[in-house]
């Protein structure tokens, strides 16, 4: 019982954490849809309890906000969390295995790019950002 505890603060803190970076958190299906299947460039970031999620990948998801060529819409899914709304974002990441934590740029609702949870993992996040703010030069300008 107190592991549920502790890990549903976790979970918070961890949600807290993109909603602070300005990222609107997508929980259902629908929402993925709605949002992803828009005109215009989409970053999605899969969030995860891991240690490289909240040590790598979310401070790099932070940063991205202020990177002079950004996509349309921070969005993110919650990989173990929002079970069918991750599921349906993994729909549209055609081409890549499930990865958490991940980021996937999409634009006009099809994949572009995607650093998986490799190029995450063992990294600093400045090479996390290094890769996204590549992504966003190639298709966000």
Request: glycine share 8%; charged share 25%.
């Amino acid at each position: 019982m107190e592991f549920n505890f502790l890990m549903n603060d976790v979970v918070k803190v961890a949600r807290q954490e993109m909603d602070a970076a300005g990222y609107e958190q997508l929980t259902t299906p629908e929402e993925v849809d709605e949002v992803l299947q828009q005109k215009g460039t989409t970053l999605v970031m899969v969030n995860s309890v891991c240690g490289c999620a909240g040590g790598i990948a979310r401070p790099a998801a932070a940063y991205m906000q202020n990177y002079e060529t950004k996509p349309d819409r921070f969005v993110t899914v919650f990989a173990g969390q929002d079970k069918d709304a991750t599921a349906r974002a993994r729909e549209y990441f055609k081409g890549y295995a499930p990865s958490s934590p991940s980021f996937a740029l999409i634009k006009d609702g099809e994949i572009k790019t995607m650093v998986e949870r490799y190029e995450i993992e063992g990294h600093e996040p400045i090479q996390v950002v290094q890769k996204l703010e590549k992504a966003f030069d190639e298709y966000c300008g």
